[in-house]
Every structure is written in structure tokens, then in C-alpha cells.
């Protein structure tokens, strides 16, 4: 079984620096340690892909808790997190560029070496779901994305929902 290791995202990448990727790692961490997860877990992953990864968060501690007390905007980081994870892992592209409010997604995926755009990727979390709260989820975020296609609908639009609670991610590609 694949690892996603969140520590990984200390090193940076193109349009990640250390600093933001160990933040988005510490949120990510909390939602889990949240959802009562060890240090390591099974995050499913359905969709376009469909395979099961060793997810392995960093320690949670009260000053973690502290930083993260807001539920929504841990919950978007930490989705960030693991989406940043799975893309670089299911596609081989990394984040290359943030994008910027109002375009329907919000990174920019490439390659490491040319920083070109290959795709879209546009990310969503939920703490505690049910399935049609993912599947409905992904369907908002699957028209979002719509939003940049007069300019950018040469690049493919993927979009992953993370769940924290059993925890799942689903991946799609339009």
C-alpha cells in the first residue's frame, strides 16, 4: 500500500513554501487527531482512482488545537493538504501556481522542472459526511471548476473532496 506521509509537505513545493506546506500538514493533522485517528491510518480513495494509502499525520498538541480552532478553515487547509498529496501521487504533477478567487479552482498542477500548467484542481473538505454529502460536494465542485473554462478548458479540471471522519477522498477528473 501507497504511503501519503504529511510531513512531505515541510520540503515545499513550486507554489508551496515550507512554512504554508507545514501549515496545511499541522491542519490536516488536527482534523484527524479530531476525528479520534492514529498517527497513521487508511484513507480510501474513490473516483477516478480507486485505491486504498497509509496517511501518517504529525502529532497533535494543545497549541495545534489552539491554532486550528476554527473548524472550516482547518478543514480547508487540511483538505489542502491531503489533495496536494494525491495529485502529486495519482497524476505526477505538483502545485505550480496558487490561483486566485473567482477562477472555480485553486491550484494550478504541473511539472516540477518547467512549471507549466497541466491541469486544474480544485479542493474541498468535510469533517463528518455522509456519502451523498460527498457525491453532492463533488458535484459543486465539478461546476466551480466550469467557472475557468472560457480561458484554461485545455487544462483538465480535477477536483477532490476530502473526508475526515472515515477518512476518504474522491477524485474527479472532468
Given at each position: 500500500m501507497?504511503?501519503?506521509?504529511?510531513?512531505?509537505?515541510?520540503?515545499?513545493?513550486?507554489?508551496?513554501?515550507?512554512?504554508?506546506g507545514e501549515r496545511l500538514a499541522e491542519a490536516a493533522s488536527h482534523c484527524l487527531d479530531e476525528q479520534g485517528h492514529e498517527l497513521r491510518v487508511v484513507l480510501?480513495?474513490?473516483?477516478?482512482?480507486?485505491?486504498?494509502?497509509?496517511?501518517?499525520?504529525?502529532?497533535?498538541?494543545?497549541?495545534?488545537?489552539?491554532?486550528?480552532?476554527?473548524?472550516?478553515?482547518?478543514?480547508?487547509?487540511?483538505?489542502?493538504?491531503?489533495?496536494?498529496?494525491?495529485?502529486?501521487e495519482l497524476t505526477g504533477w505538483s502545485v505550480v501556481r496558487r490561483a486566485r478567487r473567482g477562477t472555480g479552482f485553486?491550484?494550478?498542477?504541473?511539472?516540477?522542472?518547467?512549471?507549466?500548467?497541466?491541469?486544474?484542481?480544485?479542493?474541498?473538505?468535510?469533517r463528518q459526511g455522509t456519502?451523498?454529502?460527498?457525491?453532492?460536494?463533488?458535484?459543486?465542485?465539478?461546476?466551480?471548476?466550469?467557472?475557468s473554462d472560457s480561458t484554461l478548458g485545455h487544462l483538465s479540471a480535477y477536483v477532490i473532496v476530502v473526508e475526515f471522519s472515515r477518512p476518504e477522498a474522491r477524485i474527479e477528473r472532468r
Open positions: 501507497r504511503e501519503l506521509i504529511l510531513t512531505y509537505l515541510r520540503g515545499g513545493m513550486p507554489a508551496l513554501t515550507p512554512a504554508s480510501a480513495v474513490a473516483g477516478n482512482h480507486t485505491e486504498s494509502f497509509v496517511l501518517e499525520r504529525l502529532p497533535v498538541d494543545e497549541v495545534i488545537r489552539r491554532t486550528y480552532n476554527d473548524p472550516e478553515e482547518a478543514t480547508e487547509e487540511g483538505a489542502c493538504a491531503i489533495a496536494i498529496l494525491l495529485a502529486r485553486d491550484y494550478y498542477l504541473g511539472s516540477d522542472q518547467a512549471l507549466d500548467f497541466q491541469a486544474r484542481l480544485e479542493v474541498s473538505g468535510i456519502q451523498a454529502q460527498i457525491e453532492a460536494r463533488v458535484r459543486q465542485k465539478r461546476a466551480q471548476t466550469t467557472q
